[in-house]
C-alpha cells in the first residue's frame, strides 16, 4: 500500500522560501513529481526527477524551484522568491518512470496535498 503525505505548506510573503516534504516511494520502477492546484485551475506538473536521474522542472518555476532527494527516505521541492501566483495545493505523486514526467495521466500514486499561500 502506497502512502504519500505531504509536509512543510503554509503562508509566507511574496519573496519568501518553503521546503515541502513527501516520503520516497520504495519501487524502484517509478519516479516521483510535485504538482499544484491553484483554484478553478488544471493541476499543472511542477518539477518531476526523470528515468535518468535528471530532474524536469517547469518554466514558470524555472530557476525558483528544485525538486530533490534528501536521504533515502524523503522527497523535497525547495521553493524560492515565492510569488503570488505560486499559491496553491502542492501534491506530490508516483508515476511508472518511463511515463511522461510533468503530465498529470502519468501519475498513479498522489498524496492529499498540502497548501501554500504567498500574500503580496
Known amino acids: 500500500q502506497v502512502q504519500l503525505v505531504e509536509s512543510g505548506g503554509g503562508s509566507v510573503q511574496s519573496g519568501g522560501s518553503l521546503r515541502l516534504s513527501c516520503p520516497l516511494i520504495?519501487?524502484?520502477?517509478?519516479?516521483m513529481a510535485w504538482f499544484r492546484q491553484a483554484p478553478d485551475t488544471e493541476r499543472e506538473g511542477v518539477a518531476a526527477?526523470?528515468?535518468?536521474?535528471?530532474t524536469a522542472v517547469s518554466a514558470s518555476v524555472e530557476g525558483r524551484f528544485y525538486i530533490f532527494q534528501e536521504g533515502s527516505d524523503t522527497l523535497k521541492l525547495e521553493m524560492n522568491d515565492l510569488k503570488t501566483e505560486d499559491t496553491a495545493m502542492y501534491y506530490c505523486?508516483?508515476?511508472?518512470?518511463?511515463?511522461?514526467?510533468?503530465?498529470?495521466?502519468?501519475?498513479?500514486?498522489w498524496g492529499q496535498g498540502t497548501q501554500v499561500t504567498v500574500s503580496s
Open positions: 526527477f526523470l528515468a535518468t536521474g535528471g
Open positions: 520504495r519501487y524502484s520502477r517509478y519516479c
Open positions: 505523486a508516483a508515476r511508472l518512470c518511463q511515463s511522461p514526467a510533468l503530465q498529470r495521466d502519468s501519475y498513479e500514486y
